[in-house]
């Protein structure tokens, strides 16, 4: 993702560390940092992930099974899928915002990130929301190192802070939209070990 406030940029990627080349590192040595999307302007919030590349979740999951083949969005379509989600959020979800846990936030609450892909002949777009994302402090450069350009930001029980959207572009209207599993033990941040070794590996 290339975060467009105070994020970290390919050029600082020269100066980090393997975070965990070190044995012994976990979790609770790390100073993990929370950033949210309300702390982001409206337009800091949609990303376009438009590189021929593996996209994964933190657990190393590939997103794309083998029938959904990559397809690089043209600006038009990240335009249409970015207007058919808020629309979508707009005129279905307009008077929920969380209350209960079983229904969504609002959609300026969550970043987005939008896959293209194409299967049997048809044109989608996997939109992948969450309204956090963990950062680390590296005290050695002196910078905030974000999670990998090809990592969906996802916790597979953190709830309404989590949602999934495909969105049909030939039919243009969302034919799909679901929650994380819900977990009333949920807290921001809390990745395993192993999968913060996913989110923040430079490889």
Do not use: W
């Not at 979740?57 to 590939?62: A, L, N, R």
């Not at 192993?194 to 430079?202: C, M, N, Q, T």
Request: with cysteine.
């Amino acid at each position: 993702m290339a975060f467009r406030f105070k994020m970290l940029s390919s050029n600082l990627l020269a100066c980090i560390c393997f975070l965990f080349s070190c044995n012994g590192t976990s979790q609770s040595t790390l100073d993990i940092q929370v950033v949210r999307a309300t702390d982001y302007s409206e337009d800091g919030l949609d990303f376009l992930l438009n590189e021929d590349t593996t996209y994964i979740y933190p657990d190393g999951t590939p997103v794309l099974i083998d029938s959904m083949k990559f397809y690089p969005l043209t600006e038009q379509d990240f335009s249409m899928a970015k207007d058919i989600l808020n629309n979508y959020f707009g005129y279905y979800l307009y008077d929920l915002d969380g209350y209960t846990g079983k229904e969504p936030f609002k959609l300026r609450k969550y970043f987005r990130q939008y896959i293209g892909y194409t299967e049997k002949d048809s044109l989608y777009v996997y939109v992948n929301l969450y309204t956090h994302f963990p950062t680390i402090s590296d005290s050695e450069c002196l910078c905030t190192i974000g999670p990998r350009s090809n990592i969906l930001i996802f916790f597979n029980n953190g709830g309404q802070n989590y949602g999934t959207v495909i969105i049909n572009m030939n039919k243009k209207k969302v034919i799909s939209f679901k929650l994380s599993d819900n977990d009333p033990s949920y807290t921001a941040g809390q990745y395993s070990e192993e999968e913060l070794k996913i989110l923040f590996s430079k490889e």
